[in-house]
């Protein structure tokens, strides 16, 4: 009985003991001094920031303070969702409070240094407090506020035992343009509604405030018209294809034309509201008069051509000859006809309800690519010429966009086109988007045009961003770096004249929404900070060091992002006796490149690279991957030799 008493004596023991480190166990997470220690990752950089002395520790009970305002009741939202969904903290929402958490203050006198959209935002060892001139200003400091938060915080789900605590700051923030935009094409592949609500939700957290779509392409017109049904029963379906857009074989006519989709005006409007409440400007494009085979497609009359009536939306085959550089010659006539009164009849029903769906001032009307072949054999468009004195081709698509913009106006709004509509003179109230180099964007400005710079050098997302053989094959390529180095506003500019820059965008080769967001991230990074932040705030090696941070942000928060920074960039060349040199060059500093020539996998271990090595005479295949210490940092990377011979021809 005596053992059977001490047997029962020492389990109870245990278990308190047991119970008691279960209740003594220390939260997960940094201490005040690795806190402090840690270097602060916003991105885009604010235009001040102060790290002081100490942390802030979020309590059990979070309290927001901020007076009753629709207009606050988005990054109300915003901060509660985020910081009780990960935290599992009980948030409330007070119009007056003793001790509150986080305060948001709307100033009763405007802070002229902030404008309408920046902010202040103080992190201190008892309390946070955000103030702004403007609910959008509270909204961008939300977001910064969200960024001083552990990486843990992007969690969809709970996470234990974590003590959240910030780093103390004092930040003044805001931005250097208006406009900061992100083109979003869901013509060549149609996103649904929500995709494109994930898209805002994405881009505003880099406070970005214009998405740009573009609604109306070869490969599907995606806007509801009414009174224009076939727009939308035919011209918003395709053949469904997947593997090299620009490389598919015709469909054939017994292929379902299912693949596709189209926004009805009341999903229209509920974009618009979605993006206003996170303080998101809607831009709309309808791209006239070239790209416009979908248009076509469904109202054949509106065509120089009397074969578009055989015309069907673009799936993806080749439909341009791009081989004599621009304008391309056509394959099949994809423009609208300048010369046909139809055709403006039918701009005029369509604008008028664009301009009464989006409440944004612009309307863009594309205007870039527009080939001519057609035009120029065209009696119409001779006739045309003739009737106007109009001397070259050019100045018809000139007249196209004067009588294109009066139709915008007449409906309140202002017309926006792409830098091509310079080429055969302009009206001087068009707002140009310059895409193809800074040039013309310098030019528009300086002749006193609105000007957005979005130059296909910086700004082009659809471009490939690291190897070839890692990306899906696009005609160029943009690293991040590269991208980073996007000045929306050079020296020799008239400034006033330059309202925005944006990022673009384009889908051919992006047939999902995971793809989209490769492409994005980190590039738009970049972007936002060349949009946002004092010039003399970029550099390069912190913004790495901020990136890193955010990938771990992006993972927790699973939205996808392309690692190529941790890929080398390769080049190749002959040596004076011809000999094949391979050139590996890291993006960023910190990395060891390992390679083999001999079919095996390469680790740390492996021969490092130091100088352009020469392959094998014999090898077939060179293997690359990069190191940081001992860790795999970059893809395990796979070229053939063969490959590599024909990049140095």
Request: glycine share 6%.
């Amino acid at each position: 009985m005596k053992k059977l008493i001490l047997m029962i004596s020492f389990c109870i023991a245990v278990a308190n003991l047991y119970a008691q480190n279960i209740v003594s166990e220390p939260e997960i997470g940094d201490t005040e001094s690795t806190v402090s220690q840690t270097p602060v990752a916003i991105i885009p950089e604010p235009v001040s920031l102060m790290k002081k002395t100490g942390t802030f520790t979020l309590p059990e009970n979070v309290i927001i303070q901020a007076v009753k305002s629709a207009e606050l009741k988005q990054s109300i939202t915003f901060l509660s969702d985020r910081i009780g969904t990960s935290t599992g903290k009980f948030v409330s929402v007070v119009n007056n409070a003793t001790h509150p958490t986080i305060k948001l203050i709307l100033n009763s006198q405007a802070d002229p240094q902030l404008g309408n959209e920046g902010y202040k935002l103080n992190v201190n060892p008892t309390q946070i407090v955000i103030t702004a001139n403007k609910p959008a200003g509270i909204f961008w400091g939300a977001q910064s506020l969200i960024q001083l938060f552990p990486i843990e915080i992007e969690s969809k789900e709970l996470i234990d035992n974590r003590k959240w605590r910030l780093p103390c700051v004092d930040v003044v923030d805001y931005p250097k343009l208006g406009w900061r935009g992100l083109m979003f094409d869901v013509a060549r592949h149609f996103f649904t509604k929500d995709e494109v609500k994930r898209f805002i939700d994405d881009m505003v957290r880099y406070k970005f405030n214009l998405l740009h779509l573009h609604l109306a392409d070869d490969e599907g017109w995606r806007i509801e018209i009414k009174g224009l049904p076939k727009l939308t029963e035919v011209g918003a379906w395709s053949v469904k294809k997947v593997g090299t857009f620009g490389d598919f074989v015709p469909p054939t006519a017994d292929e379902p034309r299912t693949y596709g989709g189209f926004y009805t005006q009341d999903d229209i409007k509920e974009l618009v509201q979605y993006a206003q409440e996170r303080f998101v400007n809607i831009l709309p494009e309808i791209d006239v008069p070239g790209h416009s085979l979908a248009i076509i497609a469904s109202y054949p009359e509106l065509s120089c051509t009397p074969d578009a009536v055989n015309y069907k939306v673009r799936s993806g085959e080749k439909i341009m000859d791009w081989s004599r550089g621009a304008p391309p010659i056509a394959l099949v006539d994809n423009t609208l006809c300048p010369a046909n009164e139809k055709v403006y009849n039918f701009l005029d029903t369509v604008i008028t309800q664009i301009a009464q769906l989006f409440p944004f001032d612009y309307i863009h009307m594309g205007g870039d690519e527009a080939s001519h072949n057609f035009w120029e054999k065209n009696d119409q468009v001779k006739a045309l010429m003739q009737r106007e004195n109009l001397k070259t081709i050019p100045q018809v698509q000139a007249y196209f966009e004067k009588r294109v913009e009066q139709i915008v106006m007449a409906k309140g709004k202002k017309f926006m086109g792409w830098d091509e509509i310079l080429d055969g003179g302009v009206s001087p109230t068009a707002a140009v988007m310059s895409w193809r180099g800074m040039k013309y964007g310098i030019q528009a400005a300086n002749d006193k045009h609105n000007v957005v710079m979005s130059p296909t050098e910086f700004a082009y997302l659809d471009y490939m961003q690291a190897d070839v053989v890692t990306e899906p094959r696009v005609y160029a390529s943009l690293r991040l770096n590269k991208a980073y180095q996007f000045n929306p506003v050079p020296a020799s500019v008239n400034a006033q004249y330059v309202i925005g820059g944006q990022a673009n965008l384009w889908t051919e080769q992006i047939f999902n929404f995971r793809q989209v967001q490769y492409m994005l991230w980190p590039r738009a990074f970049a972007i936002s900070e060349s949009v946002w932040s004092p010039i003399e705030k970029k550099n390069w090696t912190n913004f790495v060091q901020r990136t890193e941070e955010h990938f771990k942000r992006l993972d927790l928060a699973e939205t996808k992002y392309s690692p190529a920074i941790y890929d080398p960039m390769i080049s190749v060349k002959r040596s004076p006796d011809k000999q094949l040199m391979i050139e590996l060059t890291p993006e960023i500093d910190g990395l060891d490149i390992y390679y083999s020539f001999d079919n095996s996998t390469p680790d740390r271990f492996y021969p490092k690279y130091t100088a352009a090595i020469v392959p094998p005479k014999d090898a077939s295949i060179l293997r690359i991957i990069t190191y940081k210490g001992k860790q795999p940092a970059g893809r395990l990377i796979s070229i053939p030799v063969t490959d590599l011979q024909k990049r140095s021809r």
